[in-house]
């Protein structure tokens, strides 16, 4: 097996992080080897998504109050229907080789459910798979959403933990297209204040212990760059006179 890279971008707005995703996921299905990479990311500015199961009117506040709240709307390539993401809520995008992880995007999605709830279980919350739909519940209250990508067997998009996140902006959707689904969070679940710090290094390992990676080590953006990794070869290149 190989190491699974965490790339903990902080703070970003959605296009440029999905830019990134696109990046990892051609330099995955180039490499020789296996390649896994995690981005961990808090979407700011706030952001609505509609997935390729969207339906109806996804939507309760119209496209000025969004806007004036700050709230972006952008449609996904990824599966399942509407979501928010905002500061507070962990954003994981692994970006995996799925033809060395069961070729089987439905257990696929099943493992990250098992990863999040691993990790609820770590802070003393039971969570839940509810049949026939996709996501970790506590009680009747959604608290984490899944919608992922695969291309050529590489995965991408991916789930978010709500942790701190202000759950007022769930009302302005209707939450992966399910009328009277409630949404909860970590803080609200423990009665205490919880940072996104505190939850990214047991979520890794969680990550890590359900796909069988050898371990994880954390990466730098520009170090993953395919433009960098280009770059060097030309400059090696001209070095042995290629």
Known sequence: MTELV??????????????LQKRLVERVKA???????LVLVEHFPPVI???RSTRGAPLVASRDRLRAEGIEVHESSRGGDVTYHGPGQVVGYP???????????????????????????RFGVE???????????????KVAAIGVAV?????????????????GHFDLI??????????????????RKVSVAEVQAPLVECLVGVFGFDGARAGCVSEESPEK????????GAEHGA
């Open 49 to 51: 998504t509609l997935g």
């Open 31 to 37: 490499a020789p080897e296996e390649r896994a990479y």
């Open 127 to 141: 969570g839940r798979r509810a049949a026939g739909l996709t996501g970790v519940w506590v009680g009747g209250e």
């Open 174 to 191: 209707v939450p992966c297209g399910i009328r009277g689904c409630g949404v909860t969070s970590l803080e609200r679940l423990l009665g």
């Open 95 to 121: 970006i995996l080789r799925l033809d060395l992880h069961g070729r089987d995007v439905h257990r696929y999605l099943r493992d990250l459910e098992e990863v999040l709830i691993r990790l609820l279980a």
């Open 6 to 19: 965490t790339l903990d971008i902080g703070r970003e707005a959605y296009e440029p992080t999905l830019r």
């Open 229 to 236: 990794e280009t770059g060097a070869r030309r400059a090696a």
């Open 151 to 167: 291309t050529r067997w590489v995965s991408y998009h991916g789930f978010a933990l709500n942790v701190s996140t202000n759950l």
